[in-house]
């Protein structure tokens, strides 16, 4: 008798039918009462999209990485539209220098101002 909260997918580098596929089989065993949602991560728009297309239900989350560098604009007006939470995943790249070298510069002045570090800055 076990249970999950959430089960995510975790990247759409498969093929299509295979997709589905798994995915359909997360919401079998969601109605079979074993996960309380079903979630993705790493998915853009179009194998979003294949998940509507296919007439399922979309995901309750879809974990990414968002940054000020990389907003993914085009997913965030798409879990607007269907309901979809975004979770960030890009603690990793918070602790370096990654992006562009200007929006860094500014986060790295924000950062001294506030005697925090520019990964505080950013998840503030």
Same mark, same amino acid.
């Given at each position: %008798?076990? =249970?999950?909260? +959430?089960?995510?997918?975790?990247?759409?580098?498969?093929?299509?039918? #295979?997709?589905?596929?798994? =995915?359909?089989?997360?919401?079998?065993?969601?109605? %079979?009462?074993?996960?309380? $949602?079903?979630? &993705?991560? /790493? =998915?853009?728009?179009?194998?979003? %999209?294949?998940? +509507?297309?296919?007439?399922? @239900? @979309? @995901? $309750?989350?879809?974990?990414?990485?968002?940054? @000020?560098? /990389?907003?993914?604009?085009? +997913?965030?007006? *798409? $879990?607007? #539209? =269907?309901?979809?939470?975004l979770s960030c995943a890009s603690w990793s790249k918070l602790s370096k220098a990654t992006g562009p070298? %200007? !929006? *860094? /510069?500014?986060? !790295?002045?924000?950062?001294?101002?506030?005697?925090?570090?520019?990964?505080? &800055?950013?998840? #503030?």
């Open positions: %008798d076990g =249970y999950l909260d +959430i089960c995510s997918l975790h990247s759409p580098l498969t093929d299509k039918a #295979r997709r589905l596929n798994t =995915y359909e089989t997360l919401l079998e065993m969601q109605k %079979d009462g074993l996960i309380g $949602a079903v979630g &993705v991560c /790493n =998915y853009g728009v179009g194998a979003l %999209d294949e998940i +509507i297309t296919a007439g399922l @239900p @979309p @995901p $309750a989350i879809n974990q990414i990485e968002l940054s @000020p560098f /990389n907003q993914h604009k085009d +997913i965030a007006a *798409w $879990a607007q #539209r =269907y309901g979809m939470v070298v %200007d !929006g *860094w /510069n500014a986060v !790295g002045k924000i950062a001294d101002q506030k005697k925090m570090t520019k990964a505080q &800055v950013l998840v #503030r």
